[in-house]
């Protein structure tokens, strides 16, 4: 090899940094796909044509989509694969179905690890909504399974329903939540931040007798966060306003 090296590119195609900088050493299915889907973008593939092009077969492309959707690289919503996180609601969760989340199950010990551990906060069997619940907060919303029962387990500790627990995961997903330890750290703030709320909805008699209203819980956080306000000075403000 010559010590000179040349280099030309007539003509280019955008490769994300991030492709380069952890995953050079990825499978080669996985990168040769990644490519292809960057070299064409906006275009539409059949999937004998990919099988064909990569020369895998369809438990195998599905591996290649999979390793990209897990490393929040490529995200698929409505059929649709794409580089950019795309803006979801619960509503928005497409059911899989039954088989197809089987599969994935069998190959999979961080999916398998997240259905049982979400069985068992909900203390009950899931059903086929609740798993494709589960299952859309880590295609579509890019959560890792680890982070997803994890919210699960905090959601349901604080009496909410799947549906609610899913809401919170979407905002965690638009958050750019990627880690367990992001995760515990978001869950600790919220903690304090309920505790603050209730030690103050106590000092006013509020706790208890009903329920603390958005606008008062949004009050009370700046009256600590903002001004700085303990709850000696809050309780000695609300005994004079009374």
């Not at 928005?92 to 049982?116: C, M, N, T, W």
């Not at 699960?152 to 905002?171: D, F, H, M, P």
Request: some cysteine; glycine content about 4%.
């Amino acid at each position: 090899m010559e010590n000179t090296i040349l280099f030309e590119a007539p003509q280019t195609f955008s490769v994300p940094c991030e492709i380069v900088d952890k995953h050079l050493n990825a499978p080669e299915a996985e990168l040769r796909l990644i490519l292809l889907l960057l070299r064409n973008a906006n275009a539409a593939f059949l999937k004998d044509d990919l099988m064909r092009t990569l020369n895998v077969d369809e438990k195998r492309l599905e591996e290649a989509f999979q390793y990209w959707i897990k490393h929040n690289v490529l995200f698929r919503a409505a059929g649709k694969y794409s580089l950019q996180r795309p803006k979801l609601s619960p509503s928005d969760f497409v059911s899989y179905h039954p088989e197809a989340i089987a599969q994935r199950l069998e190959g999979d010990p961080a999916l398998q690890f997240l259905y049982k551990s979400a069985e068992e906060s909900l203390k009950k069997p899931l059903t086929s909504t609740d798993a494709s619940l589960l299952l859309s907060l880590v295609d579509w919303c890019g959560l890792p399974a680890d982070v997803v029962a994890l919210l699960v387990r905090y959601g349901c500790e604080n009496g909410k329903s799947l549906r609610q627990i899913a809401q919170t995961g979407v905002r965690w997903g638009d958050d750019g939540v990627k880690t367990f330890e992001q995760a515990e750290l978001l869950i600790r703030r919220e903690t304090e931040k309920k505790n603050v709320v209730n030690r103050i909805a106590s000092r006013f008699g509020i706790l208890g007798t009903r329920a603390i209203t958005e606008a008062e819980r949004k009050t009370f956080l700046k009256w600590k966060e903002e001004y700085g306000y303990d709850l000696d000075v809050i309780g000695a403000a609300y005994e004079e306003a009374i």
